[in-house]
């Protein structure tokens, strides 16, 4: 084990020093050849980022995008199609497939040929051979087929042992996540979200030891009922973000080995979640009527910061969540989104009140039937940014509170039963961009405002009248 330390920590040293030096040998012949084969398969390069990879120059001096360690092997190959610097975005193409030769760069240890939108065909398997790659980004492209299971397999031929960064999101890729991918013990972030992957997850996930964000959304991923997932997924005891969500898992209800999760972010939108919320999702302060074997006070997800459930069919109170503990200084809500789902109200009037909901600066609960009033401890959110209550039943009066809430850039609470007057100091809020009170049942005349806002925001309050709407009537 000390022996791969240190090797590792070697070549990390080449990779930050020596590559950024000119080598002292000149580009080794057969990652030279590797390199020409494959651009060789690229059919349009129109942004020319391979112009400078010419057969006559020296791949590692003369060559854009690629660096050498001291003796002439290639260690960072990186032609993304989308890069960035302070003040520039740079949005660059190319078409072609991937050459099987890019498995010969064997002290390649960065791959980066993410966003260039029109690489097509499969994942080489000899990709599998790049035993020292720690980074490989092909994300945002056309990729189809499996992920070789070469890439796992540690077997003399090789396997990423090496791999701490896997990123293959935005491909067309299908079939299983293989079950060998415990073979990349190393990797730290894993996303491959957006594909068409299916299956189940396999068991051996849990032994990722390492994993971090593990980024799953928008795939075909399936389970068998009672346990949609592999409890084991509960020993990742670094993971930090977990994105389940848009896969049909018919999960039903969050397991309870969730709570043995310590995730910073949790995404459970579209798998099919119904129900109350556990126990363990709430502080143990919290008395819900609740006969579910077990309810485990809920600590673990003191760190818990962006929730994301929208579109699930979870009901019961929101106070579960507001009133979730905190670990200060960390654990306090960044954003919640809980938007389409059946939880009932009202709102709790001290939700504003709630240590983790002190920093807030994203709160959706569109959709969902609450009633009652919109709480006056709203305007105590003084880092929100995002409030978005459409049709949720609201009645009552807009508090003049909410205008306490200086950072409010987008303020929705269409199509609810809200009455009164719009409060002034809500509609000159500084930062104020978005706003649409339209279909509720507000009087009066619309405040003088400097923001911009079109009739819409408005529309179908018959007793609201001043500009943008039409001029009120004298009585
Ligand atoms: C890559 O290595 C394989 C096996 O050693 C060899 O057959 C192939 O010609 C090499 N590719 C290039 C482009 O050099
Ligand atoms: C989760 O909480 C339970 C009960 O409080 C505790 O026994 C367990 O060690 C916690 N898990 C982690 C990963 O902290």
């Not at 960065?110 to 790049?130: A, F, H």
């Not at 006969?291 to 929208?310: A, G, T, Y």
């Amino acid at each position: 084990m000390e022996i791969s330390w240190h090797t590792k920590t070697f070549s990390l040293l080449f990779f930050f020093i020596f590559s950024r030096l000119a080598p002292s040998k000149a580009c080794h012949p057969v990652d030279k050849e590797a390199l020409l084969d494959f651009k060789h398969r690229i059919t349009d390069d129109p942004s020319k980022l391979l112009l400078s990879w010419t057969a006559s120059s020296d791949c590692c001096t003369s060559w854009e995008g690629v660096a050498c360690d001291a003796s002439g092997r290639v260690v960072d190959v990186s032609r993304p199609g989308l890069v960035s610097d302070n003040d520039f975005v740079e949005d660059t193409y190319m078409s072609g497939t991937l050459s099987p030769s890019l498995g010969n760069l064997s002290s390649l240890q960065l791959l980066d040929l993410s966003n260039l939108k029109d690489l097509k065909g499969p994942i080489p398997q000899e990709l599998g051979k790049l035993t020292k790659l720690t980074h490989l980004f092909l994300n945002t492209n056309k990729l189809t087929g499996a992920i070789p299971i070469t890439l796992s397999i540690p077997q003399s031929i090789g396997g990423l042992a090496a791999l701490e960064l896997l990123y293959l999101n935005q491909n067309h890729l299908t079939g299983r996540i293989p079950s060998t991918i415990s073979g990349l013990g190393s990797m730290i972030f894993c996303r491959l979200s957006e594909n068409k992957l299916s299956g189940s997850l396999p068991p051996s996930i849990g032994l990722l030891s390492k994993i971090q964000r593990l980024i799953l959304e928008n795939n075909k991923l399936t389970g068998k009922l009672p346990s949609a997932l592999p409890p084991q997924l509960g020993k990742l005891k670094s993971l930090q973000t977990l994105d389940l969500s848009y896969n049909p898992l018919g999960l039903v209800r969050i397991p309870d080995w969730f709570r043995e999760l310590r995730v910073f972010r949790l995404m459970l939108a579209k798998t099919g979640i119904e129900g109350e919320l556990p126990h363990w999702l709430s502080s143990s302060s919290i008395s819900q009527l609740d006969f579910r074997p077990s309810p485990v006070e809920f600590k673990n997800l003191s760190l818990l910061m962006d929730l994301d459930i929208h579109s699930n069919k979870f009901s019961g109170r929101l106070n579960v969540i507001f009133s979730k503990e905190v670990q200060d200084p960390l654990g306090h809500f960044n954003s919640i989104d809980l938007s389409s789902n059946i939880f009932t109200g009202p709102v709790d009037d001290d939700m504003g009140e709630r240590p983790a909901m002190a920093s807030i600066s994203s709160l959706i609960l569109s959709h969902n039937p609450f009633r009652g009033p919109l709480p006056k401890s709203v305007g105590k959110l003084r880092e929100l940014q995002v409030l978005k209550l459409v049709n949720t039943g609201l009645s009552g009066n807009i508090p003049v509170e909410l205008g306490d809430a200086r950072e409010l850039s987008t303020v929705l609470l269409s199509k609810n039963k809200l009455t009164g007057a719009i409060p002034e100091t809500l509609l000159n809020l500084k930062e104020l961009k978005q706003f649409d009170v339209s279909s509720n049942k507000l009087r009066g005349r619309i405040p003088p405002h400097k923001a911009i806002l079109p009739v819409s925001a408005f529309k179908n309050n018959p007793g609201l009248c001043g500009p943008p709407l039409p001029p009120c009537k004298r009585i």
